[in-house]
């Protein structure tokens, strides 16, 4: 029976994995996920629309799940459609997230009137706008290191609201909701002239595409430029003005609640480009497909599961739960990799190009790891471990992913496949290790002053793991400092220029070296070991998260005070880890694991 | 061996000294880090790690301390501590030999960075599309050029360092029938006209435009956005007097006359230069962004390059991690300006460029054997261990 126990988690599991891949079809009538895996420029990338509804979502209003103003819970893109084609109701959905008591006595609103308290519609935005702008104006001229959390609120709103002005003409002109009969009549659509220049001059979305594949990104057009611009009578117009009116003509069905019409203009236009531009169509409808199935949630899920049956295994049936909590990492190992390939395959991208993606693969490479170190040590601590460090990039990973787009466009410097390849996924392979032995040296601590499971051969084996994994961070985080030097020497000329993340990233590596000679004078034993491996969690997230804060050099890309805070409670928390392995040794409820 | 020798090598052996070099390594690196805010990357530099002590002002006084060792004193205490561990301590044997690599190869990091600190010149171009360049200008250092512009079909340059102008010995060079006698100096300093000045500051120079001109001494700058304004008097002295003093600063941008034995000279305080036996021309500056947003994809400028020996005259595309090697420089593509017209290219002289590529192989492969003899033998301890559970 017990033998069967474990089996049958490990089917149950497997199971639950499965149902995850296959989301959901349409909720109501419309076709809601052929829309959703329609192609889109916005920000130098082709997406679908999915994933813009999502991100806006997330940037706007701090997730996904959206409520329309019945309270009734729709689909991101059901909410888009409504952007582009029924602006006045999208108008009064609660979407504006504001927490600042101050911002909102601008508009001279009480946390009543929001929905949950924080989120507000644009109508009740609206009439005090010109004031939310004088207020950002005031504000924008003030550094950005140094303005106060009102004046972050009041530009951050104000960019919010900026961006959904832009999303909302996207297809349609403003106080225009019939641009399909205005399409065939040039006299009316004159009348639209200075709508459609906003529209060309402002649309964040291009959503007409070049006549055929051969087309690069450049040659898809917003609709207001499709229409007042259109090139010298020949395919590429006759085109994009079917797509224009194809776009037009979901808006009116979607008007009328027609699903019948509004599927079949889906089905058409999925169609027309399929047939002329196949390639990016299927990355398009991968990409919503993806969005949908979430991976890295359901890897979240799975890593705090082999985090608790891990744990569990120590107090009762160490070896029915412990296999139980290898079976769960590994689920949640594969989900993760697949999430990680599909983002490479669609960004044709090395697996770290962001702040976003480095969380991904830090949770990565230290489960891939710990896989590796509970085959040889079946005593579940790796498998705690990993599971603890999975779920923790996985939650950061998905804070950094509320300001938008997480796959966004590298600038120019950034623009090498070759060094992103090299330097990036070393370094962040070393990060990646620095913490694996700063969180086996916490299970360590945990278990020895806290509870009796720390015997003296858990307490050997965690002590060798520790310096095993230290070993190997040093090289990887030598390797990818020594890297990122050559590719510095390579495209700006000095192998070495003190620029902030550089010293993290060296830092990182004295640490490892210091904890290596210590161990190697005989300076610290196992309690030291452990000690110095907590302080390694400390200096890396410092170089990881720490330096971007500076706001300066040439690796930082702009950050949020919020992440400053946490990183605050993070250092303190590893400080208060390191206060416990001081503890005297007759005090640890482990006592034989004790030795100096 | 005396006992003070004795003594110091037991001292530079130490394990301990070595684990608190690198603690104090750490913490330098990372008051640098948080300073840059304040000081930027160059007063970092010269603060914390080009200095044998780091220095703290005392608040309210003019009394700096030294309270921290600098990059430079903990180097000549780590390369010490390296080589007597290894004369004393380990034997040349396979099983040492990727800690002897791993050493050697930052003994060798160590020496090149410091070579680098001392050899590396950093240099920019500026150039509009269709300009031909056979210089480029520090960024930082500045030079007194005396410039013989008699002869209509070329220029003789005598260029002075401003360092030399901070001293009191006269200048004098064969090339120049006169010599140049330092009479103040200000490493940065901005200049008004006198006219619009309530109370101006009075004035040394007899000569050129400097008597219309006031300066005011300001305090030097290590900005990565910000430029110095070296500015100096000198006096201008022949065998039958003086010809005047000249206020020059490289914020005159027009050079001051001087005529003397019917030859006319041109002063002028300029970027430094560093003059190439080839010439550049640039043909095209492309500046590409994504469709859609300001985000820079790329930027290439286009360049003909010819050399005064008639052997090289060929077109070349510097861009974004692809620089040109040439003639002992390495050219980057930096920036550019002028709505794209202008092309701005870092310009890097540095002989000792390969040592921490060298380097750095050797520490990396001395890692790897020294992890790998590890791990080969955890795992023999395994294999022969009785079953593991």
């Known amino acids: 029976m017990r033998k069967n126990f474990s089996t049958l988690v490990s089917l149950l599991l497997l199971a639950w994995v499965g149902a995850t891949l296959l989301p959901s079809g349409n909720q109501g009538s419309f076709d809601l996920s052929g829309v959703g895996r329609l192609p889109v420029l916005a920000d130098g990338r082709l997406k679908p629309l999915d994933t813009i509804a999502r991100t806006s979502l997330l940037m706007i209003q701090g997730r996904q799940r959206v409520e329309a103003p019945s309270g009734v819970t729709v689909e991101p893109v059901a909410w888009l459609l409504d952007v582009f084609y029924r602006p006045s109701l999208a108008d009064s959905y609660p979407i504006f997230r504001i927490d600042h ?79 399909l009969s205005d399409l065939g009549d040039p006299a009316r659509l004159a009348a639209d002239q200075s709508a459609l220049d906003a529209m060309r001059d402002f649309s964040l979305l291009r959503v007409i595409p070049p006549a055929r594949s051969d087309g690069r990104p450049d040659q898809w057009r917003s609709v207001g430029r499709a229409l007042l611009e259109p090139e010298a009578a020949g395919p590429e117009t006759t085109a994009s003005l079917s797509r224009v009116r194809s776009y037009a003509a979901l808006g009116a069905a979607w008007r009328d609640g027609d699903s019948a019409a509004f599927n079949d203009q889906v089905k058409a236009y999925a169609a027309d480009l399929t047939a002329n531009l196949g390639a990016v169509a299927r990355k398009s409808a991968w990409e919503a497909y993806f969005n949908k199935v979430d991976p890295f949630t359901s890897s979240m899920a799975l890593y705090v599961l082999a985090f608790l049956l891990a744990a569990g295994s120590w107090l009762r049936w160490p070896e029915g739960l412990g296999r139980c909590a290898l079976r769960a990492m590994e689920f949640g190992f594969v989900l993760a990799t ?73 600038r120019a410097v950034l623009d090498s496949n070759f060094w992103l390849s090299t330097h990036v996924v070393t370094v962040t392979t070393g990060y990646a290790a620095t913490f694996l032995a700063g969180f ?80 190697w004078g005989g300076i610290i034993r196992q309690r030291g070991l452990m000690a110095m491996a907590v302080f390694g969690n400390i200096v890396t997230s410092w170089s990881w998260f720490g330096t971007n804060m500076l706001g300066i050099g040439l690796h930082s890309y702009g950050f949020t005070s919020a992440a400053f805070y946490g990183l605050i409670t993070f250092v303190a928390s590893q400080l ?9 040794r007759e005090r640890w409820r482990s006592r034989a694991a004790a030795t100096p | 061996m005396t006992d003070l020798g004795k003594g110091l090598v037991r001292f530079f052996n130490s394990l301990r000294l070595t684990v608190a070099l690198l603690i104090l390594s750490i913490l330098l690196i990372f008051a640098a880090t948080l300073d840059q805010v304040h000081l930027g990357v160059w007063g970092v530099q010269e603060k914390y790690f080009r200095s044998f002590l780091v220095f703290a002002r005392i608040r309210g006084s003019d009394l700096s301390l030294p309270i921290f060792p600098g990059g430079y004193l903990l180097a000549a205490f780590l390369l010490p501590n390296l080589l007597v561990a290894h004369f004393c301590r380990f034997r040349l044997s396979w099983r040492k030999s990727g800690i002897w690599l791993t050493h050697i190869g930052l003994i060798l990091l160590l020496v090149g960075q410091g070579l680098s600190g001392l050899l590396q010149r950093d240099n920019q171009i500026r150039m509009d599309i269709g300009q031909t360049r056979r210089y480029s200008e520090s960024f930082r250092e500045a030079e007194l050029a005396v410039i013989d512009v008699t002869r209509a079909d070329f220029d003789q340059v005598v260029a002075i360092p401003v360092s030399k102008l901070d001293g009191k010995q006269s200048i004098q060079n064969p090339l120049l029938p006169f010599q140049i006698r330092p009479v103040a100096y200000y490493p940065n300093a901005l200049l008004r006209a006198r006219s619009q000045m309530p109370s101006p500051l009075p004035t040394l120079a007899t000569a050129g435009v400097g008597p219309e001109l006031a300066v005011e001494p300001a305090p030097v700058t290590y900005r990565t956005d910000e430029s110095n304004f070296p500015t100096a008097y000198v006096e201008v002295v022949t065998t039958e007097g003086s010809l005047g003093t000249y206020l020059v600063s490289s914020m005159i941008v027009e050079p001051q006359e001087v005529t003397y034995q019917g030859r006319t000279f041109h002063l002028i305080l300029r970027a430094e230069r560093d003059y190439f036996p080839f010439a550049l021309t640039l043909t095209k500056f492309t500046h590409d962004i994504y469709p859609g947003t300001e985000i820079p994809k790329d930027f290439a400028s286009t360049i003909q390059l010819k050399s005064d020996d008639g052997r090289d005259d060929r077109e070349i595309r510097i861009f974004m991690n692809n620089p040109l090697r040439y003639g002992g420089r390495a050219f980057y593509q930096a920036g550019y300006a002028n709505n794209d017209r202008t092309t701005v290219l870092q310009v890097v002289r540095n002989p000792s460029w390969l040592v921490p590529y060298v380097s750095c192989a050797l520490i990396a492969l001395g890692l790897m054997i020294e992890f790998g003899i590890h791990l080969i033998g955890f795992f023999r301890r395994r294999g022969k261990a009785p079953s593991s559970p």
């Open chain 1, 440 to 519: 086996l040296a916490i299970i360590y601590i945990l278990r020895g002053v806290l509870t009796r499971s720390l015997d003296p051969r858990t307490a050997e084996s965690l002590a060798r793991m520790v310096y095993g994994i230290v070993c190997f961070a040093t090289f990887f985080s030598f390797v990818g400092t020594v890297l990122g030097g050559i590719w510095a020497d390579q495209s700006w000329g000095r192998f070495w220029g003190w620029d902030p993340k550089e010293n993290g990233a060296l830092i990182i590596v004295l640490w490892n070296a210091v904890i290596l000679h210590c161990r």
């Open chain 1, 338 to 410: 697949a999430g990680i390939l599909v983002r490479m395959w669609l960004e044709e991208r090395p697996p770290v190009t962001n702040l976003y993606s480095s969380a991904l693969f830090i949770g990565w490479g230290s489960v891939g790891l710990c896989l590796l170190l509970e085959r040889l040590n079946r005593n579940a601590v790796a498998s705690a471990a990993g599971g603890m460090i999975g779920f923790s990039t996985l939650i950061i990973a998905h804070h950094l992913a509320l300001s938008g787009d997480t796959m966004e466009m590298m």
């Open chain 1, 101 to 179: 008591p101050d911002v909102l006595s601008i508009f001279g609103l009480g946390t009543g009137d929001g929905t949950i308290g924080v989120r507000f519609s644009f109508v009740q935005l609206q009439s005090k706008l010109s004031e939310l702008d004088r207020q950002a104006d005031l504000a924008v001229g003030v550094d950005a290191t140094v303005r106060t959390p009102f004046q972050r609120a009041v530009v951050e709103l104000r960019d919010h609201v900026a961006y959904y002005a832009r999303l909302k003409y996207t297809v349609e002109p403003a106080g225009n909701d019939d641009l």
């Open chain 1, 576 to 584: 208060l880890l390191i206060a416990l392995v001081l503890v005297p």
